[in-house]
């Protein structure tokens, strides 16, 4: 099925949010990063702005920057006007206190991806591509990192596309971290088991661990896949 500009709410994350929802270590940093559905995160410009490596695709960009950012326009009310409805699923803290603190938190990181998207697409920085296939050979990253797709909306992504999407990070990539395992409602993801189980076949051990971030209360968790 075609991806639809108008299914896509976007929102993006920033940098030291990435680093606490992948426990992202300075190590970590160095290595030859796949950002999959980074979408309108400013991971990669944040990333690249200070001389790392980091490959983002999403099928997002697709999309020229005056189309994001319309459709960032058009979004951004209703989400802060859901945020306000179920404010009580969500940790507020001194740095985003309010819906409209996380607004701006938000607009921020995804203004400062529209700024890098052009330059970044020219060199191959942002590459349009789609799970569960990637058009990279094997092992082409030391880390794939992916929030807020997989195992996020397990009630709208089926079973076979979680399975078929976690061996494809691991084909691509020797070490995959995946954050949030909650699904939208606040349950544990109904396909981390089956992908768990999965990942056996093809002799990778995946792991839950508890990470340093909560933004939806109780996400406290990534999957890292070996
Ligand atoms: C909620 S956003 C998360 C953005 C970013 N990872 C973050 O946490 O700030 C989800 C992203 O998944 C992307 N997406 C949707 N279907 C996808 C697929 N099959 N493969 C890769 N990305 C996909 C969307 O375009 C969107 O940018």
Not at 25 to 31: G, I, K, Q
Not at 134 to 163: K, N, R
Request: hydrophobic share 40%; proline share 4%.
């Amino acid at each position: 099925m075609a991806f639809s500009l108008s299914k896509v709410v976007p929102w993006g994350r920033s940098l030291a949010q990435y680093r606490s929802m992948f426990a992202l270590d300075d190590a970590d940093l160095e290595r030859r990063i796949l950002g999959c559905a980074d979408g309108p995160a400013s991971f990669n410009a944040e990333m690249t702005a200070m001389g790392k490596s980091v490959t983002s695709f999403d099928p997002l960009y697709q999309f020229s920057v005056d189309e994001i950012r319309q459709r960032i326009d058009e979004t951004v009310d209703e989400i802060i006007r859901q945020t306000r409805l179920h404010r009580d699923t969500f940790c507020w803290s001194e740095e985003i206190p309010t819906p409209e603190a996380l607004a701006d938190n938000r607009l921020a990181s995804m203004n400062r991806f529209l700024d890098d998207l052009d330059i970044g697409r020219e060199v191959g920085r942002y590459i349009v591509a789609e799970l569960p296939s990637l058009p990279v050979e094997d092992g082409s990253f030391d880390l794939a990192v992916s929030s807020h797709l997989l195992f996020h909306y397990s009630e709208h992504l089926t079973e076979q596309f979680h399975l078929d999407s976690v061996r494809e990070l691991s084909r691509v990539a020797r070490e995959v971290r995946i954050f949030p395992l909650l699904e939208l409602g606040g349950r544990l993801s109904r396909h981390l088991d089956a992908a768990i189980e999965s990942l056996k076949t093809i002799e990778k051990t995946a792991t839950v661990e508890q990470v340093d971030y909560e933004f939806q209360r109780g996400a406290t968790q990534m999957l890292r896949i070996r």
